[in-house]
C-alpha cells in the first residue's frame, strides 16, 4: 500500500530555518517524481516544486526558487522541503505528493496528509 | 508559465444535476491536465488525469474531455459528498501549475 506521510506542525519565528519532511512507502520510492504543494489560509493550490529521486533532478516553480530547497534522501526514502529565514507570509499548509514516473512528471496520485507551518513573531 | 483559468468560481446545483466545471490553458498542454477534489480540512485527491483517465476509485460519475487548452469536468449527477473545491493541473509544461479551483455547492 502506498503511503505519504509528513511531519507534524510547526509553529517558528520570522528568520528562524525549518525543514518539514514526507516519508514515502509502498512503492519504489526512486521511479516516481515527489512534489510539493503550498496552501494559504483560504486560498487555491500552488505548486512549489518537485524532485526525482532517482537521479535528484529538481524543479521549482519561479515563485519559490531561491526560497525553499527541496531534497531526498532515498536510504530513508523521505523527501525535504527546507527555508534557511521564515517569513509571517510563509504561514500555510504545505502537502507533498507522488507524481508520476520519470517521463511523466507530475499529476499527484497519493497526497500527505498536509504539514500546518505557522510563522508568527 | 501556463497560466489555467478555471470556471465559474462557485457552483451551486441540487442532487442529481448535472455539473459543468471549465479550465482554460494560456497555450496549449497537449492531453496533460489532471482534476483534483479537495473537501474542508483534507488534503486534495486526484480524480483525473490525463483529461479523460479515472483515478483508482473514482465513481464513474466523474468524467473529463477536452484537449489543448480547454478542458471540462463533468459530475453526471451530484452527490451531497461531491460538495467540494475541484482544481484543474497540467503537467505538460514547467513549472507545473494549478488553475484557481471551482467550488461546488450542493444545495
Known amino acids: 500500500e502506498v503511503q505519504v506521510v509528513q511531519s507534524g506542525a510547526e509553529v517558528k519565528k520570522p528568520r528562524e530555518s525549518l525543514k518539514i519532511s514526507c516519508k514515502a512507502s509502498g512503492y519504489s520510492f526512486t521511479n516516481y517524481w515527489i512534489g510539493w504543494v503550498r496552501q494559504m489560509p483560504g486560498k487555491g493550490l500552488e505548486w512549489m516544486g518537485i524532485?526525482?529521486?532517482?537521479?535528484?533532478?529538481?524543479r521549482y516553480s519561479p515563485s519559490f526558487q531561491g526560497r525553499v530547497t527541496i531534497s531526498a534522501d532515498n536510504s530513508i526514502t523521505t523527501a525535504y522541503l527546507q527555508w534557511s529565514s521564515l517569513k509571517a507570509s510563509d504561514t500555510a499548509m504545505y502537502y507533498c505528493?507522488?507524481?508520476?514516473?520519470?517521463?511523466?512528471?507530475?499529476?499527484?496520485?497519493?497526497w500527505g496528509q498536509g504539514t500546518l507551518v505557522t510563522v508568527s513573531s | 508559465e501556463i497560466v489555467l483559468t478555471q470556471s465559474p468560481g462557485t457552483l451551486s446545483l441540487s442532487p442529481g444535476e448535472r455539473a459543468t466545471l471549465s479550465c482554460r490553458a494560456s497555450q496549449s498542454v497537449s492531453s496533460y491536465l489532471a482534476w483534483y477534489q479537495q473537501k474542508p480540512g483534507q488534503a486534495p485527491r486526484l480524480l483525473i488525469y490525463?483529461?479523460?483517465n479515472r483515478a483508482t476509485g473514482i465513481p464513474a460519475r466523474f468524467s473529463g474531455s477536452g484537449s489543448g487548452t480547454d478542458f471540462t469536468l463533468t459530475i453526471s449527477s451530484l452527490e451531497p459528498e461531491d460538495s467540494a473545491v475541484y482544481f484543474c493541473?497540467?503537467?505538460?509544461?514547467?513549472?507545473?501549475?494549478f488553475g484557481g479551483g471551482t467550488r461546488v455547492e450542493i444545495k
Open positions: 524532485i526525482y529521486p532517482g537521479d535528484f533532478d529538481t
Open positions: 490525463e483529461t479523460s
Open positions: 505528493a507522488r507524481g508520476g514516473g520519470r517521463t511523466e512528471g507530475g499529476h499527484f496520485d497519493f
Open positions: 493541473q497540467q503537467r505538460n509544461t514547467w513549472p507545473l501549475t
